[in-house]
Each structure stands twice: as C-alpha cells, then as structure tokens.
C-alpha cells in the first residue's frame, strides 16, 4: 500500500518560495527510505511540509490515512520543567537503567538522543521519520538503533531516515539534491 505520492510537486514557503520542484515519488508500507542530499538542500523541509509543520507547503501529494511519528533534528535545548531521561525512555533500551533518574539539563548530548529516539521508536505507528537520529551516538547505540529499524520493517512498518550516514541494513535512497 502506498501511503504517501508526490507527483511533480514543489515544496514552498508560506510566502510561495520554491525550495524544491519536480519533485516526484512514491513510500509504500514496510520500506526503509534513507534521504540524503548536501546540507541546507531541503531534506527536513520536505517532510515537515509532508506533515503540514512550519508552514511549508507541497503541492500534487497524496497521503493515505495512517499513525506516524515525526522525530525531528533536535538541537540540545534545555527544558525549563524538570524532566529525567526515563520520562521518555520507554521503549528500545538506549538509555541504561542507572541513567533514566538523570535529568535532561544534566545529561550529554547523546544521553539525551537516546532518550528521544528510544521515546520515538516506542510508538506503534504506520511511518516513522527520523531527522539525524545517530547525531550524537556511540557506535553501540547507532548499532542498536539500526536493529529496531530492522525490526520495523520487518513489521511491515516504514522508517524515513534524514541523515548524512547510511544505515546499516538494506534500503533506497532518496537523493533531494535531484530537485534543487
């Protein structure tokens, strides 16, 4: 089943600037799309305008109705509640047992990735999109993070990855560079 179509799309601005054009392709259940292209091409903005987020726009696309989960390129902001990595850790076993009572002002960069992808991956949806997810992470953890991938699509579940380093296991790619 096809759950998202662009067909000769363009990706724009609410002002009605185009970033991308010509853009066409199809994501069916069960695949493994890894996107890639050079920094600042339009990769993110693709998919937050797929998704109706920060007011970008794509035009000719059509989206069957299913669950998703946008995990997003995430800078290492600090939260002003206080909030502990088992808060959000629930699911894939990134975060170890002696660091869920951690707060997330005290934790490393990569700490907080994990408690982030492990949260994301925890969900039961249809697609997951995942912007930079091994930005911070130790070999191990990336490791990790590609297993529960591969289980998803085994699962029959689609995982979009947005990153400059492939994955570890069989997928296609996506070069937006083509569109630019």
Known sequence: MV???ASNSELSTSTGKILLKDISFEISHGE???VVGPNGIGKSSLFKAIFNLDGLKISNLERAKFEHFFLPQMENKEFLLPLRLGELSTGV???PTKK???EWNK???GERK???IDRALSHDCDL???DEPFNHLDK???EKVNLKIEELIQANKTVILISHNPPEIEHRIMDVAKWS
Do not use: D, F, P
């Open 114 to 116: 994990k408690a982030l």
């Open 93 to 95: 076993g990134l975060v």
């Open 107 to 109: 934790a490393s960069g």
């Open 128 to 130: 997951y999109v995942l």
């Open 32 to 34: 493994l799309i890894h």
């Open 100 to 102: 869920k009572q951690l």
């Open 140 to 142: 191990n953890s990336i």
């Open 3 to 5: 759950l998202i179509k």
